[in-house]
C-alpha cells in the first residue's frame, strides 16, 4: 500500500484540470465554427450530429473539471486544517481577545489581559 500525500494529489489535480481547460478549449474552438455554419445556413446533418456530440462532449469536460476543482478546494482546506462548512483561526482569535481585554481597564472595567 503507498501513502498519497495531499501535495502529490494537489499536484496531479492541477496537471489534471490544464488538461481539462485545455480539452475544453478545443470544444469551444469546434463549437465557434459550427455556430458560424448555422448562421451561415451551411449546417449538414452530419453537422447537426457533430453538434449534439461536441456538447456532450463539453457537458462531460465541464463535470470533471467541477469534480477536479472541488476536490483541490478540499484538499487546501485540509492543509489550512479546516474541517466542516468553516474554520476558525484560533492565533487571529486569540489576539482579537486579548485586545477586547486590553480595552476593558480603560472602560472602567474591571479584567485585563495578559
Known amino acids: 500500500m503507498s ?4 501535495t502529490l494529489r494537489d499536484a496531479a489535480l492541477e496537471e489534471e484540470r490544464e488538461e481539462f481547460r485545455e480539452t475544453l478549449a478545443e470544444l469551444r ?6 455556430k458560424e455554419k448555422v448562421r451561415a445556413g451551411e449546417m449538414t446533418k452530419e453537422d447537426k ?18 469534480e477536479t476543482e472541488a476536490e483541490l478546494v478540499r484538499i487546501e482546506r485540509e492543509k ?3 474541517s466542516g462548512a468553516w474554520g ?3 492565533d487571529q482569535s486569540r489576539e482579537a481577545v486579548r485586545c477586547l481585554l486590553a480595552k476593558l481597564p480603560r472602560c472602567g472595567c474591571a479584567g485585563g489581559g495578559t
Open 3 to 6: 501513502l498519497i500525500e495531499p
Open 88 to 90: 476558525l483561526d484560533l
Open 29 to 34: 474552438l469546434a463549437l465557434r465554427d459550427l
Open 80 to 82: 489550512a486544517g479546516i
Open 49 to 66: 450530429t457533430n453538434g449534439k456530440r461536441l456538447l456532450d462532449e463539453a457537458r462531460y469536460w465541464l463535470k470533471a473539471l467541477r
